[in-house]
C-alpha cells in the first residue's frame, strides 16, 4: 500500500452479529511495505457487537502458521486516530491500532513515523485497548527483528474494562519458543486520566512485556508516562 491513502469516516450502527473491522489486513506476503495511510473517525455502535475487534492495520491475525509473512516488513508514516466502539453491550470486545503477529523465519519487522490516539472501546469484561502489538515469533528455531521508533501513542481509554491490563500503548510479546530481538527507540506513549475508569479493578500500561524468556527487548530514548489515577497501572 503506497501513496497517501485515506480510510475514514464510517459510523456503522446496523443490529448484526459482530464480526471484526480490519481496515487494512495482510496475509502471506513478502516484502511489505505499508506507508504514508491515515485511518480515522470510525465508530462502531452495534447492538449485536460483543466480542469483535476493530483494528487499523492487522497482520495475520489469526496467527497462522501457513499464512504468515515475511521478508522485509516495513509500517510507516501513519496516522490512526478516532476509532471507537461505542455500544454499552460490548463485553470483551477490543480496539487496536497495529498488530502484528507470527512472522516467518529471519523476517525484519519495522514500524516507524506512526501516530496512534484516541481509541477507545466501551468494554465491560476483558476488553482491550491497544497502540501497537506485536507478537511476531514464529516458535521454535526461528528468528525475528523488531525495530520500532519514532511513534507516538496517546489517548487510549478503556475505563469499564477489568483487562489485564487493559490498557496497552505498546504490547510486546514472543510466540513460545521462538527468538525476537526486539527494540523500541525514542517513542513517545502517554496514557492520561482524562477519562478515569469506573472498573475497581482497572489495569494500564505503557508498555506490556509477556513470553520473552528466550527474546531480547532494549528500550532507548523514550518518554513513557501514565498518569491514570484508578486502577493498577504501569
Do not use: K
Not at 35 to 45: A, G, H, M, P, S
Not at 97 to 121: H, K, P
Not at 141 to 149: D, F, P, Q, R, S
Amino acid at each position: 500500500v503506497s501513496g497517501r491513502n485515506s480510510f475514514r469516516n464510517i459510523n456503522s450502527t446496523v443490529t448484526i452479529g459482530g464480526s471484526d473491522i480490519r481496515v487494512i489486513e495482510a496475509n502471506a506476503q513478502r516484502d511489505l511495505l505499508i506507508e504514508r495511510t491515515d485511518i480515522y473517525d470510525l465508530i462502531v455502535n452495534i447492538a449485536g457487537w460483543t466480542t469483535s475487534v476493530l483494528g487499523g492495520i492487522r497482520l495475520n491475525p489469526a496467527n497462522s502458521t501457513a499464512d504468515f509473512n515475511d521478508g522485509n516488513i516495513v509500517i510507516r508514516d501513519i496516522n490512526i486516530y478516532n476509532l471507537e466502539l461505542q455500544n454499552t453491550a460490548v463485553t470483551t470486545g477490543s480496539v487496536l491500532g497495529i498488530e502484528v503477529l507470527r512472522l516467518g523465519n529471519n523476517a525484519n519487522l519495522t514500524i516507524n513515523n506512526v501516530s496512534i490516539s484516541d481509541l477507545f472501546t466501551n468494554g465491560n469484561s476483558t476488553a482491550l485497548n491497544r497502540g501497537i502489538v506485536i507478537n511476531s515469533g514464529a516458535g521454535s528455531g526461528t528468528l525475528v527483528n523488531a525495530n520500532i521508533y519514532n511513534n507516538l501513542v496517546y489517548d487510549l481509554r478503556a475505563p469499564r474494562s477489568t483487562g489485564a491490563p487493559s490498557i496497552r500503548a505498546f504490547d510486546i510479546q514472543n510466540s513460545a519458543a521462538g527468538l525476537m530481538n526486539a527494540n523500541l527507540y525514542y517513542n513517545t506513549a502517554y496514557i492520561d486520566n482524562a477519562v478515569p475508569p469506573t472498573a475497581a479493578t482497572h489495569q494500564s500500561s505503557v508498555v506490556y512485556l509477556a513470553n520473552m524468556t528466550t527474546s531480547v527487548l532494549e528500550m532507548r530514548n523514550n518518554i513513557f508516562v501514565n498518569t491514570m489515577a484508578a486502577g493498577t497501572r504501569a
